[in-house]
Structure formats: C-alpha cells, structure tokens
C-alpha cells in the first residue's frame, strides 16, 4: 500500500552541529511532501514541505532534499538546538486537497 | 482560542463504553482531519471533512468509529463499545481554504489520550 517510511528511528546529534533525518518513500504519486516535528504531549507541527516538481527548499534553519529518483526525502537542521528534541515526520499528499500520510517518525535528541 | 482545541484532554473508558471526543478548529477552517496516534507511531489518518461533508472515512478501523460535524465547524469523533486497542492518542487537525498554489498546511490539537481498560 502507499507509505512514507524512515530509515532511522532515533538520532542524537551535539548541539550545534548540523542533523539530517532521512525519509524513503514509495507513492511516487504524491505531490507534497511534508516534514512535521512533534513534541511530547503535543500534536505535530508543521515545519516544512516540498512539492515534487522542486529539488530543494530551505525555511529558516531547515532544509528539505527531495530526491525523486530514488524516492528520498531528507530534512536538514543547521545549527541543532536543544529545543530541537522532538519526533521528526515525513509525511506526503497527493493533491492539495488530499490527506496527509505520516511515516512512523525519528527521534531526535540534541545533546547539549 | 487561535488554535486547534481538543477535548477531553485524557479519558479513561471501561471497555465496552461509548466515548465522544471533541474538536474546536481554527475559526474559519474549512477542512476538519482525524488521525489515530497509537505510542511510538505515527499518525493515522480517520476521517476528512470539508464544511460538513465528509468525504473521506476510509481510515476508520471499523464501524464502532463515527464522526460527524453537522455544521462545518466543532467536530466529534465517537467510539461504541470501546476496546483495549482503541488505547491512542486521537488528533484533530484543520485547515483552511486553500488558494492556488497553496499546500496546505495542516493546524493539530493536543490531542485526546484514550485509555481503554
């Protein structure tokens, strides 16, 4: 069935260092893919997204890398903070209009 | 509130008994999402309403699961005869009318923890 899944399910980074999450995915139908952070006892928060005639995009501090030849997302933090700790999805959808999939996320922790 | 509001936060049912959780979304949302977040995984998708339709139920594991959202706006989310593997974290999410070009973007509540025993 259609899934957005991860290679890494926790990663630890030092503070200030960069972090990369990586992200497999196999609908090649989709036509967003979406990063979301989600903090313990919250709902997930939109980071960013990337649609998928596009390479590359960057927000502030983050970066998202599609790669649609070999159906691969990534997000890149620069600069890794603790308020970074927090469970990273990948998550992508068809249409504008469509439902958001969510992979099974990665764990990030920031160590200071 | 600017938010998504979910309500209750957490509830705790016996197994067999109804639940009905409750969603507030942003003031002018058109779009209403419910997810399923069982512990350590990610969100699964339910339900989608646009104003009052519902035009995707097919996440909904079965038919004990019932949303509604009669005037496009509260939405609520009911369990008959909760089971044990009902246990999960239910998010709602909203979204508002979206312009050309936009993807998007999806506001969640907290959640509702569900504690079925």
């Known amino acids: 069935g259609e899934s957005v899944g991860l290679h890494l399910p926790t990663l630890s980074v030092q503070e200030g260092d960069n972090s990369i999450i990586n992200c497999a995915y196999s609908?090649?139908?989709?036509?967003?893919f979406i990063w979301y952070k989600q903090e313990s006892g919250k709902g997930p928060q939109f980071i960013i997204d990337?649609?998928?005639?596009?390479d590359k995009r960057q927000g502030q501090r983050v970066t998202v890398l599609l790669n649609k030849t070999v159906k691969h997302l990534s997000l890149q933090i620069a600069a890794t903070q603790p308020g970074d700790s927090a469970v990273y999805f990948c998550a992508d959808r068809k249409t504008s209009y469509d439902k958001v999939i969510f992979g099974p996320g990665t764990s990030l922790s920031v160590i200071p | 509130g600017a938010g998504v509001s979910q309500s209750p936060r957490y509830k705790v049912a016996k197994r067999g008994q109804d639940v009905a959780l409750r969603c507030d979304p942003i003031s002018g949302h058109v779009s209403l999402f419910w997810y399923q977040q069982a512990l350590g995984q990610g969100p699964e998708f339910l339900t989608y309403?646009?104003?009052?339709?519902?035009?995707?139920k097919s996440g909904l594991p079965s038919d004990r699961f019932f949303a509604e959202r009669p005037e496009g706006s509260v939405s609520t989310l009911k369990i008959q005869r909760t089971q044990q593997e009902d246990s999960a974290v239910y998010l709602c999410a909203s979204r508002r009318m979206l312009a050309g070009g936009d993807t998007g973007e999806l506001f969640f509540g907290e959640g509702s923890r569900l504690t079925v025993l």
């Open positions: 990337i649609r998928s005639n596009m």
């Open positions: 309403f646009q104003n009052e339709a519902q035009l995707d």
């Open positions: 609908n090649s139908a989709s036509d967003y």
